[in-house]
C-alpha cells in the first residue's frame, strides 16, 4: 500500500515466453534504485498471474494487471509494442490518473521514433545518437540496467578446484528452445574433457532440463545451479574463468563483472548487439541465428578466451540505474 505523500513509479512489462526475462530484470534492478529512494514500485503486466523470479518479485510493493491510476511515473518496457499503442497508452493512462506526468519508454532496436514519450531509455553498446522523437533520450551503456548485487559478489569459498582446472560459466537464459546449454556442454568436454568444470545457471523457464543433467554428468566436477540472487551470480562470475552465455542483455552483467565470454547469438535480435560485442569489446561471439540445425564448433574461440585470460575490456558498472533514476527525478523538479 502507497504511504500518504509517497511517490509512485508504474512498470508496464511483459516476461517470459516469447518476451524472454531481460526486460523484467532491468525494470526490477530500475525498481531497486527508487524503492531505496523511497518511491512506491508497481509492476504493470497483462501476465501478472505469471510468477515472477523472486529477484524481481521483491523490487516491485504491487503487481497489478490494472492501469495504475496514481503513479507520477509510467516506464513501458515492450519490444513488440508500436509506436501507434504507445500514443493511445499514453492518452489512457492521463486520462484515469491525475497523478500522471512522466511517460518513458525503453527501446533496443531503434525501430521506433518512441515520440509518444517525454523519455527514451537505450543502453546499447556504443550508442551516441539516435533519431527518437522523444523530449530526452538516455543513450548507450552508461546507462545499462543492471541489479545492484552484481557489484557486491558473494564469493564462493566453499570450494577448492585442483590446479589446471577451467571453470566456466554456462547461462543461455530463456526458454532456451534450441538447447544450447545442452551443446555448450558437450562442445567444453569435447574442448578440454576433465579440465573443464561447468558452473550451470539454469533459466526458470529453461527446456530440457533432464538432457542438461545427464549432459553434465560426463564432467567430473560441475555446478547446477537455479534462483540465484544477483550476489551470488556475480560470485561465481568472479570464480570463473570465463563464460558461455548468449547474447543478451546478461552480457552487461558480465562486463561489469569483468568476466571474458564468448557470446552465442541465436536469434535476431541478438545480431546487431552481438557484432558490437565483437567490435568494441572485443569478446568472441558466434552467429547461429537460422543455423541451429548445425553441430556447434566452439574449440577456436575457447582456446582464444583460455590464452588471452582475464584482462579489462569495457566501462560498464552497475551505476546505471541510479544514473537513470537521477534524471528522471530531475525532468520531475523541472
Not at 10 to 35: E, M, T
Request: aromatic residues 10%.
Amino acid at each position: 500500500m502507497r504511504q500518504v505523500g509517497q511517490r509512485e513509479i508504474a512498470f508496464k512489462c511483459l516476461y517470459g515466453g516469447r518476451q524472454g526475462w531481460g526486460h523484467i530484470v532491468r525494470c526490477s534492478a530500475l525498481a531497486a534504485a527508487f524503492r531505496e529512494s523511497g518511491w512506491k514500485t508497481t509492476l504493470w503486466s497483462e501476465n501478472a498471474d505469471e510468477p515472477l523470479p523472486d529477484f524481481a518479485a521483491k523490487e516491485f510493493d504491487e503487481v497489478t494487471k490494472t492501469m495504475p491510476r496514481e503513479a507520477e511515473v509510467l516506464l513501458v518496457d515492450e519490444m513488440y509494442t508500436k509506436d501507434s499503442e504507445f500514443d493511445w497508452l499514453r492518452q489512457d493512462w492521463e486520462s484515469v490518473s491525475s497523478s500522471a506526468r512522466l511517460f518513458i519508454g525503453i527501446d533496443d532496436m531503434q525501430q521506433r521514433s518512441m515520440g509518444s514519450f517525454d523519455l527514451a531509455i537505450n543502453c546499447e553498446l556504443g550508442l551516441e545518437s539516435a533519431v527518437y522523437r522523444s523530449k530526452h533520450a538516455l543513450l548507450g551503456e552508461r546507462f545499462a540496467l543492471l541489479r545492484k548485487g552484481i557489484g557486491e559478489p558473494e564469493p564462493v569459498n566453499d570450494w577448492e578446484l585442483p590446479r589446471g582446472s577451467i571453470p566456466v560459466l554456462v547461462m543461455i537464459g530463456g526458454t532456451d528452445a534450441y538447447r544450447y546449454t545442452d551443446r555448450a556442454l558437450n562442445s567444453l568436454f569435447d574442448w578440454r574433457g576433465d579440465e573443464v568444470v561447468p558452473i550451470v545457471v539454469y533459466g526458470a523457464s529453461s527446456e530440457n532440463r533432464i538432457r542438461v543433467m545427464n549432459t553434465i554428468g560426463r564432467f567430473r566436477r560441475s555446478r547446477f545451479l537455479e534462483r540465484i540472487d544477483a550476489s551470488q551470480l556475480a560470485g561465481w562470475m568472479a570464480f570463473c574463468s570465463f563464460a558461455v552465455v548468449a547474447c543478451g542483455s546478461t552480457l552487461y552483467e558480465l562486463a561489469a563483472a569483468n568476466l571474458p565470454f564468448l557470446g552465442i547469438s541465436l536469434v535476431d535480435n541478438q545480431t546487431a548487439f552481438a557484432r558490437k560485442v565483437a567490435d568494441i569489446w572485443e569478446q568472441p561471439v558466434v552467429f547461429r541465428e537460422g543455423m541451429h540445425h548445425l553441430p556447434l564448433n566452439i574449440s577456436y574461440e575457447l582456446d582464444l578466451l583460455l590464452e588471452r585470460g582475464r584482462v579489462p575490456y569495457s566501462n560498464v558498472d552497475t551505476e546505471g540505474a541510479d544514473r537513470v533514476r537521477r534524471k528522471i527525478e530531475e525532468l520531475l523538479a523541472s
